[in-house]
């Protein structure tokens, strides 16, 4: 008997789930079958040609989560129209630089960014596109595109630089949605919340996994408590969150989803008290944490079995983003051995690869001797105080840790003697008694070498952060200059303390 082929690219994955006609998409608004959503797709497409899309050039689009968004997503990737989305709260130039790379004519944007969307099109020589209700068509989408053929086109988070293009393939996209799809045991017939933007690749990422299995998906525009005790009406199965919305949803007693079997969370680790409480409230349910890129995802996890040895007993594990997924080959490059270096991947579901296979993701990271991979910052977020290496996650990780603090971070700011010092910004778990600056530096004398310990503090109600939960050091890095050249040095809005243990 001969076995049958798994399908190549994601589109002919998709048009397996057309041919059952399963339960496809749900949103407030409404919901629809992969088969209804292929009508509204092909309908987009209609209104594409009739705007002057040109097929085979990526179509820049601002978009929220609306379900003319995904009809525009999906027809882009069952047609020669590849999407190119992006978030409508970028300011016009950072949309212009994303924009003016990309062979296109037109600008595809939702009526509330028409503006915008004007802006950056004469900035760039293009004209813009407004979208309204798509209305589906009979117009025959033929599912069984080239392997090579461009799926999507998304953008990096631009959290450390200028957002890069990541074109993916629909054979790229089928690989990892199935690697996925594994990882979290994501089936037919499951429901998978996700509560990131759609020009992301945890939100439209999201959707197309979903779609390509047969699962049904949830995408939310927005996050509160009340949305997600409204989601149990739709029996939800899997669900991503970032740990700041399960601390939100903990603290409202509102965690709990009865349908509930898998939930994961991303962009920063757990708290272990979290996730301790997380597992408690959360009966039976399965905790993971998966690391990956824009470029190519997932890359490690941290899954059910891990969370619950860390809570029984080893907490450190949560400071790691597990271990390599299957088919995902991990090295670490460096100057000298033993110290942090760059994490570098190889697997078929990367996007982005050398000649050679590899990723260099740019995150610098160490891999212990059981497997588990923990990141300690990004290439360009390195702080050199005093000729000494200091990578910030690892400070972050030991403040967070403090029973008064609920987040940290840490960033570099120039000094005359040292090259660089270390701000720490905090926010407390009460606003109203701060932990005390001399206790602080204690406990992290304690767990860091005092080359890491930071010499100025400031306490602030929240972090900045992208939309999908990372936070925005560039930000923070140009308040804490702000402050020094406002006085000719690094005062720290809240207190300083005095340099410990730095090597000259």
């Known amino acids: 008997m001969t076995k049958t082929s798994e399908p190549r690219t994601w589109a002919s994955m998709f048009a397996a789930q057309v041919a059952a006609d399963v339960p496809a998409v749900a949103l407030e608004s409404g919901s629809w079958?992969?088969?209804d959503?292929?009508?509204?797709?092909a309908g987009a497409v209609d209104w594409l040609d009739s705007c002057g899309a040109v097929a085979g050039r990526p179509i820049p689009a601002l978009l929220t989560t609306t379900a003319e968004a995904i009809a525009l997503a999906v027809a882009g990737a069952a047609s020669r129209h590849p999407l190119a989305p992006l978030n409508p709260r970028l300011t016009a130039g950072e949309l212009a630089a994303c924009i003016a790379p990309l062979d296109a004519p037109l600008i595809v944007a939702e009526p509330a960014s028409a503006?915008?969307?004007?802006?950056?099109?004469?900035?760039?020589?293009r004209r813009v596109a407004v979208i309204g209700e798509l209305a589906p068509s009979r117009r025959r989408l033929h599912l069984d595109p080239p392997d090579d053929a461009v799926?999507?086109?998304?953008?990096?988070?631009?959290?450390?630089g200028v957002p890069k293009a990541v074109a993916i393939s629909q054979r790229k996209l089928a690989l990892r949605t199935r690697r996925q799809g594994a990882v979290m045991q994501l089936r037919p017939g499951a429901s998978y919340v996700s509560f990131s933007p759609l020009p992301h690749i945890a939100g439209l990422g999201s959707l197309f996994i979903a779609l390509g299995l047969g699962a049904m998906a949830i995408p939310c525009p927005a996050f509160s408590t009340e949305v997600w005790r409204g989601l149990a009406r739709m029996r939800p199965t899997h669900a991503l969150l970032v740990p700041a919305m399960i601390e939100t949803l903990l603290a409202e007693g509102a965690l709990g989803q009865p349908s509930l079997e898998v939930l994961v969370y991303g962009s920063t680790v757990i708290r272990p008290a979290t996730a301790a409480a997380a597992l408690t409230a959360l009966a039976g349910v399965e905790l993971l944490n998966m690391y990956g890129q824009t470029e190519g995802s997932p890359i490690s996890a941290l899954d059910g079995n891990d969370h619950r040895l860390a809570v029984e007993s080893r907490p450190e594990l949560l400071m790691t983003v597990g271990r390599a997924v299957e088919g995902v080959e991990l090295r670490i490059e460096r100057a000298d051995p033993g110290d942090p270096g760059e994490i570098c991947v190889r697997a078929e579901h990367m996007f982005r690869t050398d000649p050679d296979g590899w990723?260099?993701?740019g995150d610098i990271g160490v891999i212990d001797p059981?497997?588990?991979?923990r990141l300690v910052g990004r290439k360009g977020d390195l702080i050199i105080r005093g000729g000494e290496n200091v990578y910030p996650l690892e400070v972050e990780h030991v403040l967070a840790d403090h029973p008064e603090v609920r987040e940290a971070a840490v960033v570099g700011v120039p000094d005359d003697r040292l090259g660089q010092t270390i701000r720490a910004f905090l926010v407390p778990i009460d606003p109203a008694q701060p932990p005390d600056p001399s206790d602080l530096r204690s406990y992290a004398r304690e767990r860091l070498a005092g080359f890491k310990v930071p010499s100025s503090w400031e306490i602030v109600e929240s972090l900045p952060r992208s939309p999908v939960g990372k936070v925005l050091r560039r930000e923070l890095e140009a308040r804490a200059a702000s402050d020094r050249e406002s006085d000719g040095r690094d005062r720290g809005a809240a207190w300083s303390t005095?340099?410990?243990g730095t090597r000259l």
Not at 37 to 41: D, E, F, P, T, V
Not at 115 to 125: E, L, N, P, S, Y
């Open 33 to 35: 079958t992969s088969r």
């Open 37 to 41: 959503l292929l009508g509204l797709a």
């Open 115 to 125: 503006d915008v969307a004007g802006k950056v099109a004469a900035a760039t020589g």
């Open 151 to 160: 799926a999507v086109v998304l953008h990096t988070s631009g959290t450390t």
């Open 359 to 361: 990723l260099r993701t």
């Open 370 to 373: 059981e497997g588990y991979l």
């Open 498 to 500: 005095p340099s410990d």
